[in-house]
């Protein structure tokens, strides 16, 4: 079992930054690959950022790349988003997940284990 708790969501300003941090319960957490993802109201759950279990290797839903960063420090058994240049359109309730196993990161399917959730409100 892995416990995500997801911080740092808040109300900012559009081009304004955020940095969300999800801290992880287990101290394998290096074990498991990370993403985050988002959902806004009446929308599906979708996928924003995925990290590999070293962080070696990243990848972004076309939405956010070039705004938003992933990075993970396995010491601190934590994942982070940095968010900049923000939009309103990324308003969303933002969730990290955890896989151990390979697959499609950018898949809600794949992950086993969720946060609780942060919000996100960027306004205009």
């Known amino acids: 079992q892995v416990q995500l708790v997801e911080s740092g969501g808040g109300l900012v300003q559009a081009g304004g930054s955020l940095r969300l941090s999800c801290a992880a319960s287990r101290r394998t957490f290096s074990n498991y690959h990370m993403g985050w993802f988002r959902q806004a109201p009446g929308k599906e759950r979708e996928f924003v950022a995925a990290t590999t279990r070293s962080g070696g290797s990243t990848n972004y839903a076309d939405s956010v790349k070039g705004r938003f960063t992933i990075s993970r420090d396995n010491a601190k058994n934590t994942v982070y988003l940095q968010m900049n240049s923000l939009k309103p359109e990324d308003t969303a309730v933002y969730y990290c997940?955890?896989?151990?196993?390979?697959?499609?990161?950018?898949?809600?399917?794949?992950?086993?284990?969720w946060g609780q959730g942060t919000q996100v409100t960027v306004s205009s």
């Open positions: 997940a955890a896989v151990r196993r390979v697959g499609d990161y950018a898949a809600v399917d794949l992950y086993d284990y």
